[in-house]
């Protein structure tokens, strides 16, 4: 049977299970199968990122500088097959991974699961390294270059050309998952996110009455205003502008936006931590100490104090993934598109990613969250710690929009800007390169002609997420994203013998600097 029936027939039985059963049904994956059990997603990241780190020999650590060599172009040879450098192919990576998660995900992340959430994002980071290093080398090493020269890389080429014919059928389901999940995790999440950041920075110049910021009744419980229509409608054409060019454009687009949009959200955070640098002691103790012992006077003992850890640990696990990406397979698409001939060399620049994403960025916001008290406002404060709080309670990017705001008020009063417009850059570029994991995705699937068809489908994705609820769009890339996750892993484990005799083997050479 066709690659393009089997992705059809995928699509119809999703269309149908979520007609029938609703998106819980897809949720599952997230959720506490019993009380004292602990959920499928957790076990499957967190275990195969111990168990690939040990036959591997902890690469994360041992071949982490090697990585940085590489992407800062020792080793660059312009000749080798592919369509970018080294720090193109990690730059769009990180503009997908470095973007929503780090500023909404982190805070929602805080809101839910408390303070101990990041260490569990932490924990992910560190064990999703290797597979970030994992699913990038096999995609290098399986991947295709097309009639025009142009790469063809991901998990499902991966997961065909690696375990053979007969797993098409998982290698067709992570090609149709990666497909849904660019139209939510990678496109939809972000422009819900900006224009919530705008509608709310708007809100605190006009009136909720003005007829900009009016919200109409559509069908009932649905409700959106002007101001979001017009947000939905100018970010999804500046992505389909972006978009059309193709990869060439996409990379340099990324090699510039990404750094610069992190460069500006480090600074801003680190003055935060400066000006509260007496409160970091007490925030790292928040940390560890609320990742595994919650307050016990509000949680109980026994299985309720169980469950308070498992929802810190699902939770941080959870948007450490969609922090990072580590597992997923999604950066494994724009990893496989460097310029090398070496497939190890590119699985080491991945390593850099979710060391940039979330070990230093996720930490940044976390960091400031706490040490401002912006964690206060949250329903696990609330819930947990100090049920007669009156504050007003702040989620995904507004509770950072608060922390900041709080936290630069010794240098200005607008500190909440710095997340409005980190907001945009981050979640324009993050749409603009998972644009290109679902463009390859389709092409797996039905070929070159599908592609723009696609396109056109992923910006219309974007003007809804505009104007979609927080609850419904979260759900719905967390789902996707999950299912997404389980082909991938599968092929990591399966070939983790053929990966361990490629690093041997690339290791075991001298490498020179490239001189022309």
Known sequence: MKRSTVGKLAF??????????????????????????IPLMVVALVGSGIYVSIRLGFPQIRYFMHGVK?????????????????????????SATVGIGNIAGVAMAIYYGGPGALFWMWITAFF???????????????????????TAGGPMYTIEKGLGANWRWLAVAFAVFAIICSFATGNAIQSFTVSDQIYSEFASIFSADHWLMLKHVVWEGFEVSIL??????????????????????????????APIMALVYVVASLLILLANFGELGTSFSLIFSMAFNPPAEIAGAGVGLFLVIMNTMLWGVKRGLYSNEAGQGSAAIAHSTAKTKYAVREGAVAMLGPFIDTIIICTLTGLAILSTGAWHHTEFYVNRIDPNFIGELYNSSLLTSFAFKEGLSWLFDSGDMIITISVILFATSTAISWSFYGDRSTYYLFGEKAILGYKYIFVAFIFIGGIAELEAIWAF???????????????????????????????????QPYKK
């Open 128 to 150: 999703g390294t290797t597979l970030k290093f994992a699913e990038s080398t096999l995609a290098i090493n399986y991947r295709d270059i097309t009639p025009d020269g142009k």
């Open 228 to 257: 979001q229509v017009i947000n939905g409608a100018v970010m999804a054409g500046i992505v389909g502008m972006v978009i059309i060019g193709g990869i060439s454009r996409i990379g340099n687009v990324t090699s510039i936006l």
């Open 70 to 94: 590489v992407t800062r172009g020792h080793f660059d040879n312009p000749e080798d097959a592919g369509d970018l450098s080294h720090f193109k192919a990690l730059t769009t990576a990180l």
């Open 477 to 511: 890339g967390d789902a996707a994203l999950g299912f997404m996750t389980f082909p991938n892993l599968i092929a990591i484990i399966l070939l983790t013998p053929k990966l361990k005799e490629m690093t041997a083997s690339y290791f075991a050479i001298d490498h």
């Open 12 to 37: 119809g039985i999703i269309v149908f299970i979520i007609y029938a059963f609703g998106l819980e049904f897809f949720d599952a994956v997230w959720s506490f199968p019993g009380q004292r059990a």
